[in-house]
């Protein structure tokens, strides 16, 4: 009987993204499918910016930056009235535009980056079953052909989406419905004389159309609100709804026409013991917003340094429950989100309140800056989490402890690196000791205290604000030490994930050891 660190079931974005990670840090994982092979459609296709500091932190930034279609800019009109143009370049460096990537190529990155790991998607192969002994679990698969084998992992994770086996293992309910109205989508080439990388929104009385800018000079058309018994969606179909909205818009070799009912449905939690659920395994909601595919993947960003840090005794194992006290929040919050965008954009009762409500968000910066960090994913916070502290005397200006580090590029001698890319360099914590515009004698001694103490568990590295060198980071644009308004020499802990563990001043030292001594 095999016996591996972790067995992943599922080998969707979600899936992949765990595995790559948990080999990334050196674990021994498997990962199986029953699909024969990866999606062949585009489905899922919006890369927000806080996956996109993903993508960059696995390695992966060029490879999704060289097939996909940056979103430049969103026109909505009330029927065929241009309400405005939301231009999302303009939300500054920290908030990266979002791109169009077909979910075929997102999962062929990511699995040809996993065989990079060396590691590979075993498909196939499903799950059978199941059980959790408390130390290990013990899993049965089995192929087509019959043949069934037993492996042993320390842990499962369910990535095996809305049929999840291992959410069905587990008992879990599926708490939820599903909505009345329909969706019809189109993946196609339009042949029209507007700027490429621009979506449109047509608020209607009959549901809401958008066009989004697709890859390969192609399309996106959904159309929300469609009844059930209506007839199957065609090009015609198409072709005579864009002839409503965009006069003299051709519509030619369609790739995917389809119709689909939606559900929002989420787990009360996502993880029992030993296993984990993870992406639309464990929650599902409209595609309104973009949101599904990116929350699955900050699930699996979330979890997959807690395990590698446990695995190799670099943290305690109550880490792993702050993965569902930290994810499930997140996950409620979105499916709140993404419902009331869908009910918005799909009521034929508040047409005039929803003109209304577009008019006021496009006319304002300040609510299209709250719109943006939402739906990107950069807004998302764990400060309610017990495994962040922040020491700081109020009043905290953010960044605060849960929150993600913004995103920032440090020099270092000659070279340069992002801020996110560092700190996911390896399953350890990053502790930047905070200098200011002159190094502190006395930080520097707190930070070889704590490494030659919590060493396994952390890595030190000295910020100063101006131009580093081998030995020490610089902040040559002041990004970090004045952005963040560091007051004195501080210590802040950064996760693997991006996230702000712990700010304490050096004068608050005892905090940080008990913060180590608590979980490392």
């Given at each position: 009987?095999?016996?591996?660190?972790?067995?992943?079931?599922?080998?969707?974005p979600?899936?992949?993204?765990?595995?790559?990670?948990?080999?990334?840090?050196?674990?021994k994982?498997?990962?199986?499918?029953?699909?024969?092979?990866?999606?062949?459609?585009?489905k899922?296709?919006?890369?927000?910016?806080?996956?996109r500091?993903?993508?960059?932190?696995?390695?992966?930034?060029?490879?999704?930056?060289?097939?996909?279609?940056a979103?430049?800019?969103?026109q909505?009109y009330?029927?065929?009235q241009l309400l405005?143009?939301?231009?999302?370049?303009?939300?500054?460096?920290?908030?990266?535009?979002?791109?169009?990537?077909?979910?075929?190529?997102?999962?062929?990155i990511?699995?040809?980056h996993?065989?990079?790991?060396?590691?590979?998607?075993?498909?196939?192969?499903?799950?059978?079953?199941?059980?959790?002994?408390?130390?290990?679990?013990?899993a049965t698969i089995g192929?087509?052909?019959?043949?069934?084998?037993?492996v042993t992992a320390?842990?499962l994770?369910?990535?095996d989406?809305?049929?999840?086996?291992?959410?069905?293992?587990?008992?879990?309910?599926?708490?939820?419905?599903?909505?009345?109205?329909?969706?019809?989508?189109?993946?196609?080439?339009i042949?029209?004389d507007?700027?490429?990388?621009?979506?449109?929104?047509?608020l209607r009385?009959?549901?809401?159309?958008?066009?989004?800018?697709?890859?390969?000079?192609?399309?996106?058309?959904?159309?929300m609100?469609?009844?059930g018994?209506?007839?199957?969606?065609?090009?015609?179909?198409?072709?005579k709804?864009?002839?409503?909205?965009?006069p003299?818009a051709?519509?030619?070799?369609?790739?995917?026409?389809?119709r689909?009912?939606?559900?929002h449905?989420?787990?009360?939690?996502?993880?029992?013991?030993?296993v984990?659920?993870?992406?639309?395994a464990?929650h599902?909601?409209?595609?309104a917003?973009?949101?599904?595919?990116?929350?699955?993947?900050?699930?699996?960003?979330?979890?997959?340094?807690?395990?590698?840090m446990?695995?190799?005794?670099?943290?305690?194992?109550?880490?792993?429950?702050?993965?569902?006290?930290?994810?499930?929040?997140?996950?409620?919050?979105?499916?709140?989100l993404?419902?009331?965008?869908f009910?918005?954009?799909?009521?034929?009762?508040?047409?005039?309140?929803?003109k209304?409500?577009?008019?006021?968000?496009l006319?304002?910066?300040?609510?299209?800056?709250?719109?943006?960090?939402?739906?990107?994913?950069?807004?998302v916070?764990?400060?309610?989490?017990?495994?962040?502290?922040?020491?700081r005397?109020?009043?905290?200006?953010?960044?605060?402890?849960?929150?993600?580090?913004?995103?920032?590029?440090?020099?270092?001698?000659?070279?340069?690196?992002?801020?996110?890319?560092?700190?996911?360099?390896e399953a350890?914590?990053?502790?930047?000791?905070?200098?200011?515009?002159?190094?502190?004698?006395?930080?520097?001694?707190?930070g070889?205290?704590?490494?030659?103490r919590?060493?396994?568990?952390?890595v030190v590295?000295?910020?100063?604000?101006?131009?580093?060198?081998a030995?020490?980071?610089?902040?040559?644009?002041?990004a970090?030490v004045?952005?963040?308004?560091?007051?004195?020499?501080?210590?802040v802990?950064?996760?693997?994930?991006?996230?702000?563990?712990?700010?304490?001043?050096?004068?608050?030292?005892e905090?940080?050891r008990?913060y180590?001594?608590?979980?490392?």
């Open positions: 009987m095999e016996s591996i660190d972790v067995l992943v079931a599922g080998a969707g979600t899936g992949l993204t765990m595995a790559c990670e948990l080999r990334r840090y050196g674990l994982v498997r990962v199986v499918d029953p699909a024969p092979r990866t999606t062949e459609h585009s899922a296709l919006v890369v927000h910016a806080r996956t500091e993903v993508f960059e932190a696995m390695g992966l930034r060029a490879a999704v930056e060289a097939e996909a279609q979103l430049m800019a969103v909505l009330f029927e065929k405005g143009t939301l231009d999302v370049k303009r939300f500054g460096p920290d908030v990266p535009t979002p791109v169009f990537l077909d979910q075929s190529a997102t999962e062929r990511l699995a040809e996993l065989g990079r790991l060396g590691g590979a998607v075993e498909r196939g192969l499903r799950l059978l079953s199941f059980r959790d002994e408390g130390s290990q679990v013990v192929g087509e052909d019959g043949r069934t084998e037993t320390r842990w994770v369910g990535c989406g809305a049929h999840s086996v291992v959410r069905r293992g587990l008992s879990l309910p599926f708490e939820g419905s599903a909505y009345e109205d329909m969706f019809d989508q189109a993946d196609l080439k042949r029209w507007r700027p490429p990388g621009v979506g449109y929104g047509f009385s009959a549901g809401l159309v958008v066009f989004a800018p697709l890859p390969r000079d192609r399309y996106r058309i959904i159309a609100g469609g009844e018994h209506a007839p199957e969606p065609t090009l015609e179909m198409f072709q709804l864009a002839d409503e909205l965009v003299g051709v519509l030619h070799d369609p790739e995917w026409i389809l689909f009912r939606l559900h449905r989420m787990v009360p939690r996502m993880a029992v013991g030993s984990f659920l993870a992406g639309d464990a599902i909601h409209s595609p917003g973009g949101q599904g595919m990116n929350t699955g993947i900050q699930d699996a960003f979330n979890l997959a340094w807690k395990l590698a446990v695995a190799r005794g670099a943290a305690k194992p109550e880490l792993l429950a702050t993965y569902d006290a930290e994810r499930l929040p997140v996950a409620k919050q979105t499916l709140e993404t419902d009331r965008l009910r918005g954009a799909t009521s034929r009762r508040t047409m005039v309140l929803r209304l409500i577009v008019g006021t968000v006319r304002s910066r300040a609510l299209q800056q709250r719109l943006v960090r939402r739906m990107s994913q950069t807004g916070s764990y400060r309610r989490s017990t495994a962040v502290l922040d020491a005397r109020w009043p905290r200006p953010s960044p605060q402890a849960g929150e993600r580090a913004p995103a920032a590029t440090l020099s270092a001698g000659d070279t340069t690196i992002s801020l996110h890319a560092l700190v996911a360099s350890k914590l990053t502790l930047l000791l905070m200098h200011g515009s002159s190094r502190s004698p006395a930080l520097t001694s707190a070889q205290e704590l490494a030659e919590w060493g396994r568990s952390l590295r000295d910020l100063v604000l101006g131009t580093g060198d030995e020490t980071l610089g902040d040559r644009s002041g970090v004045r952005g963040w308004r560091v007051r004195a020499p501080e210590l802990l950064l996760r693997p994930d991006g996230h702000i563990a712990v700010r304490a001043p050096l004068a608050r030292l905090v940080l008990a180590a001594a608590r979980w490392f």
